[in-house]
């Protein structure tokens, strides 16, 4: 087979309308537009239109909010935690706090703090400064023989005042 014998199975390919090209084209004159009208004519907005009745988008209920004082916390699970560990990305023999977390990549950004949560097998001795943890974290890093501590108390405290 050579170059100029490559051609497509029948079928596989269908040349572009080209409307509006004359009346041999079969699309002339109108191009397929109908008669007159708002929709014959360039710049039509009319989607979410219902001929003057309560559009469907307004008859149904609205449910829900979002919360702009909400916290966005970055999370960590105990078990990227071991793995980044058992990698050497982290060191054990320093605490491990939020700056350490970013510049190891296990965090991309701080945002309002990093929350630690229990998913996954945990066996590092390991210092950690966070701004939050879940009860079953601690636990997890505690039967471990580490600690951990958490500012959220203070920083919740010092929003109340």
């Known amino acids: 087979m050579k170059l100029n014998?490559?051609?497509d199975n029948p079928g596989a390919t269908?040349?572009?309308?080209?409307?509006?090209?004359?009346?041999?084209?079969?699309?002339?004159?109108?191009?397929?537009r109908g008669i007159k009208g708002q929709k014959s004519r360039s710049g039509v907005a009319i989607n979410g239109y219902e001929g003057?009745?309560?559009?469907?988008?307004m008859r149904l209920p609205k449910r829900g909010f979002n919360n702009i004082n909400a916290k966005?916390?970055?999370v960590v699970?105990?078990?990227?935690?071991?793995?980044?560990?058992?990698?050497g990305k982290?060191?054990?023999k320093k605490p491990i706090t939020e700056a350490a977390l970013v510049e190891s990549g296990l965090v991309r950004r701080v945002r309002d703090g990093v929350r630690v949560l229990a998913k996954g097998d945990f066996k590092?001795?390991?210092t950690l400064e966070v701004t939050g943890a879940s009860k079953s974290a601690v636990a997890a890093v505690e039967a471990a023989g580490g600690t951990i501590t958490t500012s959220s108390a203070t920083t919740s405290a010092a929003a109340a005042e």
């Open 14 to 32: 269908k040349k572009r309308k080209r409307v509006g090209r004359g009346p041999g084209s079969g699309t002339g004159k109108m191009g397929g």
């Open 5 to 7: 014998q490559l051609h």
């Open 90 to 92: 982290l060191d054990v």
């Open 72 to 74: 966005r916390h970055a």
């Open 124 to 126: 590092a001795k390991v």
């Open 77 to 87: 699970n105990l078990g990227l935690l071991q793995k980044f560990i058992d990698a």
């Open 52 to 57: 003057g009745q309560m559009p469907l988008y």
